[in-house]
């Protein structure tokens, strides 16, 4: 199939088939043998829980691990997600679970074939949201670098999802509580910090940690920005929303990603909570942040790929008029997202301590698109 008609294959007709789904009353319910048989394609004899603690789950999500017919079916995974445990979901106004709600408005169904979701079933059990995946654990990256070729394909998958859904009108339904640019830049702002700051999770401590230090290491006229960002990004949001707009998965970063290779590769993209309606470029201000010790080319060159890939599968509809300042807006705003954790990684915190050196060359390329930012507010 050749790329660039990747999109109009699986584009506007497609977009209007949108087919919901029924959560299930219960977890006991969706775990019943026959129900889950059902959902499998197999017989179901026995069905057995237990925790499961990952290294990466900093939002209070509650994991459990589903094994079948004493261990000898298909593995699976519970995600239990509440509004009262998970931080993260209070930041951004989350009282739909957005995760669950792309699976129920059948969102998720219209991924392109470059990205598996793992998404099997969810259920509303009690005031927790509960979803049922595939356990694809022993697909996960591992916090290593990329390689090239692996890259590659990551990005290409991103411009797949941002084609599929640009300026879809499927993405305006309130139901699925989608986040604003609002949300993503405040959810790790100072206010975030002092919400959360006596609560269990330590991220929300270390924000506060993170932008009192950005103060002092950064340059002032670049601390100047960001800190008046910080307190209203009112100027950002509304450029932002000058431009086209898609659906952004909102937390591109190794912890959430996987690679299925079978036949063909996809890539398997978990935790859908932190999805936007945002300008394509913001997907890239988080990747960027998060995933930097990890690729195996600059970023100036990652960000060329894209824009290449994403041109492809947009044909005309890709322009340069919008291409480039929302991509100084959305670095910028990448900053303004994860500016506390690279002060950290750059100067004392144990996360990412082996890459000290990367994360305090990063403070400056990311104060050059701060200030390049500035100039489309």
């Not at 043998?33 to 900093?58: I, M, W």
């Not at 954790?341 to 403070?363: E, P, S, Y």
């Amino acid at each position: 199939m050749n790329i660039s008609h990747s999109f109009m294959e699986v584009g506007p007709d497609r977009l209007r088939a949108t087919m919901n789904h029924r959560l299930f009353p219960s977890v006991a319910a969706m775990l019943d043998p026959k129900a889950l048989g059902d959902l499998l394609g197999e017989s179901v004899t026995d069905v057995f829980t237990r925790p499961l603690l990952t290294d990466y789950n900093k939002s209070g999500s509650y994991l459990l691990r589903v094994e079948i017919n004493h261990g000898r079916g298909p593995h699976l995974i519970l995600k239990h997600i509440s509004l009262d445990t998970n931080w993260l979901m209070r930041a951004t106004s989350d009282d739909h679970c957005r995760s669950v709600a792309l699976w129920t408005h059948g969102l998720l169904d219209l991924m392109p074939p470059e990205i598996d979701h793992a998404t099997i079933s969810c259920a509303r059990d009690g005031g927790n949201w509960v979803m049922l995946l595939r356990d694809v654990s022993d697909q996960l990256l591992p916090f290593e670098p990329f390689n090239r070729v692996d890259n590659e394909f990551m990005l290409e998958a991103m411009a797949a999802l941002h084609a599929t859904f640009f300026e879809s009108p499927l993405l305006t339904n309130p139901e699925l509580g989608l986040c604003n640019l609002y949300h993503i830049y405040t959810m790790f702002s100072p206010q975030t910090g002092l919400r959360e700051v006596d609560g269990e999770h330590e991220v929300p401590k270390r924000i506060l940690e993170g932008w009192d230090m950005v103060k002092t290491t950064v340059a002032p006229d670049v601390a100047d920005i960001i800190l008046t960002l910080l307190d209203s990004p009112t100027p950002l949001c509304d450029a932002l929303g000058r431009y086209p707009q898609t659906l952004v998965h909102g937390d591109w970063r190794h912890a959430n990603q996987g690679l299925e290779r079978n036949d063909r590769s996809r890539l398997i993209l978990l935790d859908w909570q932190l999805a936007t309606v945002a300008p394509p470029a913001v997907e890239l201000g988080r990747g960027l942040a998060t995933n930097s010790p990890l690729l195996p080319v600059s970023k100036e060159e990652t960000i060329s790929y894209y824009k290449q890939r994403l041109a492809q599968r947009l044909g005309p509809r890709f322009s340069e008029d919008w291409w480039e300042p929302q991509l100084a807006l959305s670095l910028l705003g990448g900053f303004l997202q994860d500016g506390w954790a690279i002060v950290l990684k750059a100067t004392h915190w144990q996360v990412g301590a082996k890459d000290r050196a990367h994360w305090m060359d990063d403070l400056a390329w990311w104060s050059d698109w701060v200030r390049a930012g500035a100039e489309w507010l």
